[in-house]
Protein backbone atom coordinates (compact mmCIF):
# COMPACT_ATOMS: atom_id res chain seq x y z
CA UNK A 1 0.00 0.00 0.00
CA UNK A 2 3.11 1.96 0.84
CA UNK A 3 4.57 1.66 -2.24
CA UNK A 4 1.25 2.34 -4.30
CA UNK A 5 0.89 5.55 -2.43
CA UNK A 6 4.85 7.08 -3.05
CA UNK A 7 4.42 6.24 -7.05
CA UNK A 8 1.29 8.03 -6.91
CA UNK A 9 2.29 10.98 -5.38
CA UNK A 10 5.39 10.70 -7.55
CA UNK A 11 3.75 10.82 -10.88
CA UNK A 12 1.10 13.70 -9.54
CA UNK A 13 3.82 16.02 -8.60
CA UNK A 14 5.77 15.19 -11.92
CA UNK A 15 2.46 15.96 -13.75
CA UNK A 16 2.16 19.00 -11.91
CA UNK A 17 5.39 19.82 -12.33
CA UNK A 18 5.21 19.68 -15.86
CA UNK A 19 1.88 21.39 -16.58
CA UNK A 20 3.61 24.81 -14.43
CA UNK A 21 6.99 24.81 -16.12
CA UNK A 22 4.69 24.67 -19.50
CA UNK A 23 3.75 28.08 -18.46
CA UNK A 24 6.97 29.99 -19.34
CA UNK A 25 6.98 30.54 -23.00
CA UNK A 26 10.64 29.49 -23.41
CA UNK A 27 9.79 25.91 -22.13
CA UNK A 28 7.08 25.64 -24.20
CA UNK A 29 9.32 26.61 -27.54
CA UNK A 30 11.54 24.30 -26.10
CA UNK A 31 8.91 21.45 -25.56
CA UNK A 32 7.51 22.42 -28.80
CA UNK A 33 10.37 21.92 -31.12
CA UNK A 34 12.04 18.32 -29.34
CA UNK A 35 8.35 16.86 -29.74
CA UNK A 36 8.62 17.92 -34.06
CA UNK A 37 12.21 17.08 -34.16
CA UNK A 38 11.46 13.56 -32.18
CA UNK A 39 8.60 13.02 -34.68
CA UNK A 40 11.14 13.68 -37.40
CA UNK A 41 13.45 11.18 -35.92
CA UNK A 42 10.99 8.62 -35.41
CA UNK A 43 9.40 9.05 -39.43
CA UNK A 44 12.74 8.62 -40.45
CA UNK A 45 13.06 5.50 -38.92
CA UNK A 46 10.23 4.24 -39.62
CA UNK A 47 10.39 5.24 -43.51
CA UNK A 48 14.15 3.78 -43.53
CA UNK A 49 14.86 1.23 -41.16
CA UNK A 50 18.10 0.39 -43.21
CA UNK A 51 19.31 3.33 -43.00
CA UNK A 52 18.95 3.30 -38.97
CA UNK A 53 20.69 -0.10 -38.74
CA UNK A 54 23.34 1.02 -41.11
CA UNK A 55 24.05 3.98 -38.45
CA UNK A 56 23.58 1.74 -35.36
CA UNK A 57 26.04 -0.50 -37.01
CA UNK A 58 28.45 2.14 -37.52
CA UNK A 59 28.38 3.51 -34.21
CA UNK A 60 28.67 0.03 -32.25
CA UNK A 61 31.83 -0.54 -34.20
CA UNK A 62 33.04 2.82 -33.66
CA UNK A 63 32.50 2.10 -29.84
CA UNK A 64 34.49 -0.95 -30.26
CA UNK A 65 37.25 0.15 -32.00
CA UNK A 66 37.46 2.83 -29.32
CA UNK A 67 37.25 0.67 -26.33
CA UNK A 68 39.44 -1.87 -27.76
CA UNK A 69 42.32 0.95 -28.70
CA UNK A 70 41.95 1.89 -24.95
CA UNK A 71 41.91 -1.26 -22.67
CA UNK A 72 45.41 -1.41 -23.03
CA UNK A 73 46.30 1.75 -21.93
CA UNK A 74 43.70 1.31 -18.69
CA UNK A 75 45.33 -1.93 -18.07
CA UNK A 76 48.54 -0.29 -18.04
CA UNK A 77 47.40 2.33 -15.26
CA UNK A 78 46.02 -0.08 -13.19
CA UNK A 79 49.07 -2.06 -13.03
CA UNK A 80 50.96 1.24 -12.14
CA UNK A 81 48.27 2.08 -9.41
CA UNK A 82 48.90 -1.81 -8.19
CA UNK A 83 52.88 -1.46 -8.38
CA UNK A 84 52.32 1.85 -6.32
CA UNK A 85 50.33 0.72 -3.55
CA UNK A 86 52.33 -2.77 -3.41
CA UNK A 87 55.39 -0.09 -2.88
CA UNK A 88 53.46 1.70 0.11
CA UNK A 89 52.24 -1.61 1.62
CA UNK A 90 55.81 -3.41 1.51
Avoid: H, W
Avoid at 39 to 66: A, G, H, W, Y
Avoid at 73 to 79: D, F, M, S, T
Amino acid sequence: MGKRKLLTGIIAGAAIGGIVSLCNKETRTYAKDSLEQLKDNVTNCVTNPSDVIDQMKETVQSVSSFVENNVDGAVNALEQVESTVNRFLK
